[in-house]
């Protein structure tokens, strides 16, 4: 009936609903099911639900440049409203306790209760046991199938052997996650802790027919330890320190970034990340950050959370005392935009067929998603794809050619020979190191422009010469990456010219020659099409509703 793409958050929660409606629901995950993506790490995750039901709508989410409709729709509709009590019954647990033994919330606030250390494998080993649900993970979903301009389901490569697929579905969900892994450069990884294979895959697909994608110019950051180089940007190994620790923070030269007497702390602790990001960007412009664009840490004396603690003794072993050493750190950006417009029922404007946990319009400046959402968008994704279901009949036939179209592009990818050939990992650091200097949280119009600059000569220079090695069809990881790396351009580019585009501040970075907010120009979704092989944006301006008004 259903095929999800993802077996995270907000996969989990979609076929969670799908079973509890009697579907059919196969799942596909690029990587190891229970070891993929930011539900993978299963650890120190943050579960996080709005408590309230009369406070369902009121949250921070709700800007003008969002899909109004489509957030209460979810919400008002909503039958996991008390998170806590579902996780409960997949068989989650509490670790994190106070010395009396009851539960230690990270968060409780009137409009969002969190609990630390939500253990999703413990969701995923529950869900498989329902006949009704299959998984095929290590599977690369490269393109949608498209006939007669709807989507009927996906295809890629089956990763340990070559194989290539076709899953035929009556509605397909998107659950991919946040595409950060064009963001910089450190040595071993990109200047993020997500998952390296959130690579854009399935939004460039949608893209790359037709569909509209929108918010790719806003990404989530955190303050991401970044020495020793080895250890940065990676789960196991970080000190990480975003607005709920501001405490942690210094300067260059050891003294305490945000103060009292100088910032509104209360809008930090209760997790604006907007505002946090924003006035972290004007102190490193202002002199106050590190060579490298980044502050110091201090947990000898502060509230670092439990996971994280238990890294110090990591950093012990490589000689560093942390408790006693101040440790440089940097923004990282865990989750981006750059994801299909959706409709007030979650499905592709462009496709329908194609419902999208994560659709443009659903968190926008926000960069991305959260466990709060991706719960709720999860189920409501479902139900509208039941809908959609029982609403369309099976197609008397389906055009195949896209299929048979990508199977000679992933092919020829692999086989392609060039007098200099440029291997998939070096153009790979070349995008990363082009967005690193320009998708920080603070963004100036020159460096933009020469990202845009570097990322066209790459699209022209090396994209056409990408080669890979070997041509086995046998776990050819640098044929992935090949693969990927025509998605990451495109996220890229996206992203550039998105951030060009909009001549203001919103959200979670500073535009360095445009610093305040201009709704009367800008409260709008920007949207970037494919036409006629050449990217283009329009203003999407989304209707406030009565009940939010």
Not at 360 to 379: D, I, K
Not at 462 to 483: H, S
Not at 513 to 529: H, Q
């Amino acid at each position: 009936d259903i095929l999800i793409i993802g077996t995270g958050f907000g996969g989990m929660s979609a076929a969670y609903e799908a079973v509890a409606k009697g579907r059919q629901v196969t799942m596909i995950d690029k990587g190891a099911f229970r070891h993929a993506g930011a539900a993978g790490f299963n650890w120190d995750v943050i579960a996080t639900w709005c408590p309230d039901e009369e406070l369902y709508g009121q949250e921070t989410y709700v800007k003008k440049i969002l899909n109004q409709q489509a957030l209460y729709n979810a919400d008002v509709t909503n039958p996991n409203a008390d998170l806590g009590t579902v996780l409960i019954n997949r068989g989650q647990v509490s670790p994190v306790r106070n010395e009396d033994g009851s539960i230690k919330w990270y968060a409780d606030f009137p409009f969002m209760r969190g609990l630390e250390a939500y253990f999703p494998r413990h969701d995923q080993d529950q869900l498989v046991k329902s006949a009704a649900v299959t998984v095929i993970d290590r599977t690369m979903i490269t393109d949608l199938l498209i006939s007669d301009g709807k989507c009927y389901g996906a295809m890629g490569i089956y990763l340990p052997t070559g194989d290539f697929r076709v899953y035929r579905a009556n509605a397909t969900i998107l659950a991919t996650g946040g595409t950060t892994w064009m963001y910089g450069w450190s040595t071993i990884s990109a200047q993020t802790f997500n998952s390296p294979d959130n690579t854009g895959d399935v939004d460039i697909a949608a893209y790359r027919h037709g569909a509209g994608i929108g918010d790719s110019e806003y990404g989530a950051y955190d303050i991401c330890t970044i020495y020793p180089e080895g250890l940065a940007y990676g789960w196991g190994t970080i000190l990480n320190a975003d607005a709920n620790e501001h405490e942690m923070i210094m300067d260059c030269n050891g003294e305490r970034l945000f103060t009292e007497e100088e910032y509104d702390l209360s809008r930090f602790e209760a997790g604006d990340r907007a505002y946090f990001n924003q006035e972290l960007a004007k102190k490193i412009v202002e002199g106050y950050g590190t060579d490298n664009g980044g502050v110091l840490v201090d947990v000898s004396d502060a509230p670092l959370r439990d996971a994280m603690r238990r890294n110090i003794e990591v950093f012990k072993k490589f000689g560093i005392d942390v408790t006693t050493t101040l440790v440089e750190a940097a923004p990282e950006m865990y989750e981006h935009g750059g994801t299909p417009v959706i409709d007030d029922n979650l499905m592709s404007e462009d496709l329908p067929g194609l419902f999208c946990v994560r659709g443009a319009g659903t968190a926008g400046m926000n960069g991305g998603s959260c466990v709060t959402l991706l719960q709720r968008f999860g189920s409501y994704a479902t139900r509208c794809a039941i809908d959609y279901i029982n609403a369309n009949e099976a197609p008397a036939a389906i055009d195949w050619s896209s299929a048979e179209a990508e199977y000679e592009r992933i092919h020829e990818i692999r086989t392609r020979k060039a007098s200099q050939g440029i291997r998939p990992h070096v153009v790979r650091h070349n995008i990363q190191r082009a967005c690193g200097e320009c998708l920080g949280v603070y963004r100036t119009k020159e460096a933009m422009e020469a990202a845009l600059a570097e990322l066209r000569r790459i699209r022209t220079e090396e994209i056409p010469n990408m080669i890979v090695t070997n041509p086995t069809l046998t776990y050819n990881t640098e044929w992935k990456e090949a693969i990927e790396n025509y998605n990451l351009l495109e996220v890229a580019e996206l992203s550039v010219q998105a951030s060009l585009l909009r001549e203001e501040t919103r959200g979670a970075y500073l535009r360095a020659d445009f610093p305040e907010r201009d709704d009367e120009n800008w409260a709008c979704t920007l949207v970037g099409r494919l036409k006629d092989g050449k990217m283009t944006f329009e203003k999407k301006e989304w209707p406030t509703i009565a009940e939010w008004a």
